[in-house]
């Protein structure tokens, strides 16, 4: 079966710096790829997702991913980071019959 | 358009108890998920449905969890009974076609077994 690692557990950054969260996941073919923002008490909305193609996707809120499959990594990046961005989020890899898979997360913290 | 509708939001309840936690899937979707959010475990995946029919209940943690799908719009969770350690978030979410497509989550249900 399919599985999800992201190493930090908490990430602090600086509000205005660049992000990057790490992303490794295990799955014997092409997986389907996804990042999801969960913000407290609230359930998760999705960012963004790899199927196929470009291998850097964009999605909302200015969040990028890019799919490496040597590195089996999907990290998510964003370039400036605002205050609304704390929050967690989850990697979560699928695979057929839509069994996905979700990471730990990480817990991300904006400082002003 | 409404989302995935999870009732009730919060629940208390003491331990023994039996506790229904029910979902409401996004019209059209065939695909409906149960996930348990804690601290300790993160986000494990419970049971999910395909068309009504139970798929994987491999991550159902005991015999005293069960799900049921009875039809395309409706879904229970059920405890039987509860205990301290079932207290978590539960989410439902659900999906518009097989083949890992983008789930959607409803807002979870806070659980809380005294």
């Known amino acids: 079966a399919q599985s999800v690692t992201q190493p930090d557990i908490h990430i602090t950054v600086s509000e205005g710096a660049s992000l990057e969260l790490r992303c490794n996941y295990s799955?014997?073919?092409?997986?389907?790829l996804f990042w999801y923002v969960q913000s407290p008490g609230q359930g998760l909305q999705l960012l963004l997702k790899?199927?196929?193609?470009?291998?850097l996707v964009q999605g909302i809120k200015g969040f990028e991913a890019e799919f490496k499959r040597s590195q089996s990594s999907f990290n998510l990046r964003k370039p400036s980071v605002h205050w609304s961005d704390a929050a967690e989020y989850f990697c979560?890899?699928?695979?057929?019959?839509?069994?996905?898979?979700f990471g730990a997360g990480t817990r991300l913290t904006v400082k002003p | 358009d409404a989302g995935v509708i999870q009732s009730p939001r919060h629940e208390v309840t003491e331990m023994g108890q039996e506790v229904t936690l029910r979902c409401k899937p996004i019209s059209g979707h065939n695909s409906l998920f149960w996930y348990r959010q804690t601290m300790m475990r993160g986000l494990e995946l419970l049971i999910y449905f395909n068309n009504n029919v139970p798929i994987d209940d491999s991550g159902m943690p005991e015999d005293r969890f069960s799900a049921k799908m009875p039809n395309a719009s409706f879904s229970t969770l059920k405890i039987q009974p509860s205990e301290p350690r079932d207290s978590a978030v539960y989410f439902c979410a659900s999906s518009p076609r097989d083949r890992g497509n983008t789930i959607y989550f409803g807002e979870g249900s806070w659980l809380t077994v005294v």
């Open positions: 979560a890899v699928g695979a057929r019959g839509n069994d996905m898979r």
């Open positions: 790899y199927f196929s193609g470009d291998t």
């Open positions: 799955y014997g073919a092409t997986p389907y």
